[in-house]
């Protein structure tokens, strides 16, 4: 009970060091990017507009800016309610400051989520983890644009280390965060699912209930920002991609149906074979993949299927490179793991966007390796 208090105070001694930072120092973070549309969402809430009421959040707004309706673009929110709701504080402080802050709290989940990846590592080793981690280029990128990925990467490495440490509270607060980004998110919540009910022990059965009880609770969450959010919620979703452009996008999918004269809407039945092909291998290779394989096997799976991505959400590939950074043994490893992590600004630099298609072909390769390794179910901390 003790250290429970510690770490709460430790948690609001942070939480009020970045808030000072945040108002104070003018740090260049642009609030006119990604961050901006879960600032105004959070916004509508406060004034009591349902989160995806986008009608609704457009008349204000230009209410508010004393402006017309048809000069405010507002992007549909494209996220579950309980991630509004997470991030509604921010919605007490002016827009600026606010960006400022959002952008101290994705650094904090990311070097958090690193604390958490590299338990058990040599201090050295887990010094450059984090130096590495900073400058890993959907990363970085992720952080200038102030994006949405880090809650669900921090609950990515939540699952890695409570599952070693059998943890079940901290399990399914794990496997919430990871429904921050659900069609990322899913295919590791939905692995460990399983890895919990083939355990068939007492922190299997344990752990399953509070992840339960966790989903039950966002579920009903839900409500208090839109009486009908899960129909809305998909609806915003589809509105979403349909406004969003997807020229830029980096996907498998997409690069498929383009050699084969597609366009992005016949791209769902390529991403259905690619998902069968994944779980095809996964099935093939269960018996030898642990629970740190099988959600670095599942990171990859979305980021070779989803059709609609960019390429902050390679971000997640950190799951992947550390567990192969943790289970590597050989210069030949630390090799790959370094490629992993310089080819995407070798892309970036020869070709600009047009080399983002280099980081489908890392995780092309991190996938193979997570199947192909001996070692599928043990981390090796050298």
């Known amino acids: 009970m003790k250290r429970i208090v510690l770490i709460l105070v430790a948690v609001l001694l942070l939480l009020a060091i970045l808030l000072a930072i945040a108002v104070y120092l003018p740090i260049p973070v642009t609030p006119y990017l990604d961050f901006q549309v879960l600032y105004r969402a959070n916004r509508a809430i406060l004034n009591g507009i349902p989160l995806y009421d986008r009608e609704a959040q457009t008349e204000w707004i230009a209410q508010s800016s004393g402006v017309s309706v048809d000069e405010v673009f507002v992007l549909p929110f494209p996220y579950p309610p309980w991630y509004a709701l997470s991030t509604l504080p921010l919605a007490f402080l002016p827009l600026y400051a606010a960006a400022r802050m959002w952008f101290l709290l994705n650094i904090s989940m990311l070097l958090l ?41 921090l609950g990515m490495a939540l699952i890695v280390y409570t599952v070693k440490r059998e943890h079940a509270g901290l399990l399914a607060l794990g496997m919430a965060l990871v429904t921050f980004k659900p069609h990322i998110g899913i295919f ?118 989803n059709p609609y991505l960019l390429n902050y959400d390679f971000s997640f590939a950190l799951v992947p490179l550390f567990y192969l950074s943790a289970s590597a043994g050989s210069k030949l490893d630390w090799l790959w793991i370094a490629s992993f992590i310089l080819l995407p600004w070798v892309g970036l630099l020869i070709f600009n966007r047009a080399g983002n298609p280099i980081l489908l072909f890392c995780t092309l390769a991190m996938t193979s390796i997570i199947l192909t390794r001996k070692d599928k179910g043990h981390t090796i901390v050298s």
């Not at 130096?131 to 809650?151: K, N, T």
């Open 113 to 153: 989520s690193v604390w958490l990846f590299t338990d058990g590592w040599r201090p050295r080793k887990r010094l450059i983890s984090f130096l590495a981690a900073l400058f890993f280029l959907p990363v970085l990128g992720a952080l200038i644009v102030g994006q949405y990925v880090f809650p669900a990467i």
């Open 188 to 305: 590791v919540l939905m692995a460990i699912l399983f890895h919990l009910i083939q355990r068939r022990d007492a922190f299997g059965r344990r752990a399953f209930w509070w992840t339960s009880a966790a989903g039950v609770f966002l579920f009903l969450l839900g409500f208090t920002v839109d009486r009908a959010w899960l129909l809305n919620y998909f609806h915003s979703l589809s509105d979403f991609r349909n406004i969003s452009e997807c020229e830029i996008c980096t996907s498998l999918p997409l690069v498929i149906g383009r050699i084969a004269g597609l366009g992005y809407d016949q791209s769902a039945p390529i991403a259905g074979v690619i998902l069968m092909v994944a779980i095809a291998l996964f099935i093939g290779s269960k018996h030898r993949l642990g629970s740190e394989a099988s959600s670095a096997f599942f990171a990859c799976v979305p980021l070779l299927v």
